[in-house]
């Protein structure tokens, strides 16, 4: 027999570690790691290289600063060079999903380079009755924002397709929606995401430190205390266990929310944990200007290393960018940081900062990095073991490393909606060399070379987890 590809002398990530197999692929799928080298039509020679699950970005938002058919191409060409085989949407509708859901769906499905999920943001009593209307449509997962409420309930929604206008809403997302939502979530077997900020605490810190015309980073730390999102962890995981949810907490960078989170599981409640590469990167003590400016706040250098502590203990389950597409013009809108958009655009750059900043330096091994960029989020979502597998008839999603590469950050080398990174400047040791998605070679060093339009809605179950 003849198959497709073969993938010859790389060094194969497990969830358990490294073997040494030629991968053969075949119709898009994975059919065996194998000692041999069968025939095949194309042979890729990957000597010296590592071989990892296709990496699944759990948390992007776009669509929002352009609309998403647009979106769709210019933040999936990004994604694939940086290795991303399937990204995420948080999709933020201010209206019906009965109404929007299907034209999103409609608007995205002939854009993508790369495969794509979406999670359903929900903000008002009437989206909690339709969600499983978004179940049905594939929508599987859904999305609370503690955070949005009172003087701090404004949101941009994501643009209508075609139309180029931003969609600014105010929200409220109270106690009500918030147990709604996680009441409703379990019934029906999907997790709930959360954006864990307390929204009073918030606004009152914001409100005293403009008061006394504080600026800066720090300040935007402080003013976003680490009590609002302790509280908002002990709250929503009280409604939870009551109703036996599955909780997924978002880009969690601070000692005192893992402290938190660590009671919540000795509750009793189930609970997975996200962090992302500026929470292990990035400190407010160290970064000028306002371009790192996000929800929630970079913190402390202490707080960095409380969140690389918890990766080695194994307390974070996956790593995701919450990438934001936007562009300088818009990001700094004044000369305050009250007057900064929060959230930076980082897809393209999450996985050679693991690799530069953890792998290289022996902060994480392989098979870790694996685990915590593919593999979790692939079983948390309910798209493994199509997803996130090695395992035969898996979808061939495959990024192939080169750890010795080094190349310096710049925002020209994704090809994104953005023209600014909060990394621009730095030299990382460690790089995807190829992005393989269903056995098609989708990018390759630093070129995508697969055709928009080939990124599918990728299959989820749902099921408990």
């Keep these: 027999m003849t198959y497709d590809?073969?993938?010859?002398?790389?060094h194969i990530a497990t969830p358990t570690g490294i073997i040494d197999k030629n991968l053969v692929l075949d119709e898009g799928k994975i059919v065996m790691l194998t000692n041999e080298i069968p025939s095949c039509d194309n042979k890729i020679n990957a000597d010296g290289l590592v071989s990892i699950p296709g990496i699944i970005d759990p948390h992007v938002h776009y669509g929002v600063y352009s609309p998403i058919e647009k979106a769709a191409k210019s933040e999936s060409h990004a994604a694939a060079i940086g290795g991303v085989t399937t990204m995420m949407r948080m999709l933020r509708l201010g209206d019906s999903y009965k109404k929007s859901l299907l034209p999103q769906l409609y608007a995205s499905s002939n854009s993508h380079y790369i495969d794509y999920a979406i999670h359903a943001s929900i903000f008002t009593l009437n989206q909690v009755d339709e969600m499983q209307f978004c179940v049905d449509n594939g929508v599987t997962s859904f999305k609370l924002y503690m955070n949005l409420g009172g003087e701090v309930g404004h949101v941009y929604m994501d643009m209508q397709p075609e139309k180029n206008l931003l969609q600014e809403e105010h929200v409220e997302v109270n106690s009500e929606i918030v147990q709604k939502v996680v009441e409703k979530a379990s019934s029906i077997g999907c997790p709930v995401l959360v954006h864990a900020e307390d929204f009073e605490q918030c606004e009152c810190g914001i409100r005293k430190s403009k008061e006394k015309n504080l600026d800066g980073l720090a300040v935007w730390s402080q003013s976003r205390p680490y009590e609002s999102e302790s509280k908002s962890i002990k709250t929503i995981s009280k409604f939870a266990r009551?109703?036996?949810?599955?909780?997924?907490?978002?880009?969690?960078?601070?000692?005192?929310?893992?402290?938190?989170?660590?009671?919540?599981?000795?509750?009793?409640?189930?609970?997975?944990v996200e962090t992302c590469p500026h929470y292990l990167t990035l400190s407010h003590e160290k970064q000028e200007g306002y371009l790192a400016k996000v929800m929630p706040p970079i913190r402390s250098e202490d707080d960095v290393s409380s969140v690389w502590n918890a990766i080695s203990q194994n307390k974070i389950d996956t790593v995701g960018t919450d990438h934001v597409a936007n562009q300088l013009k818009l990001k700094l809108g004044g000369n305050t940081v009250w007057d900064a958009l929060a959230g930076f655009p980082g897809i393209g750059t999450l996985l050679p900062l693991l690799l530069s900043e953890g792998v290289n330096k022996n902060r994480i091994s392989i098979s870790q990095l694996a685990n915590l960029t593919s593999v979790n989020?692939?079983?948390?979502?309910?798209?493994?073991?199509?997803k996130g597998s090695f395992e035969p008839s898996s979808d061939a999603d495959i990024t192939l490393i080169d750890l010795k590469k080094e190349q310096k950050v710049t925002s020209d080398l994704f090809g994104g909606f953005s023209d600014y990174l909060v990394y621009e400047g730095w030299k990382l040791k460690g790089w995807p060399v190829k992005t393989i998605i269903r056995g098609e070679i989708v990018s390759e060093d630093f070129q995508v070379i697969g055709k928009q339009g080939f990124g599918k809605l990728a299959p989820r179950t749902v099921k408990p987890i």
């Design 5 to 10: 590809t073969v993938i010859t002398g790389s």
């Design 242 to 272: 009551d109703s036996n949810c599955v909780l997924y907490f978002a880009h969690i960078g601070s000692r005192r929310a893992l402290e938190q989170i660590d009671e919540e599981r000795k509750n009793g409640t189930k609970i997975f």
């Design 377 to 386: 989020t692939a079983k948390i979502f309910g798209m493994y073991p199509v």
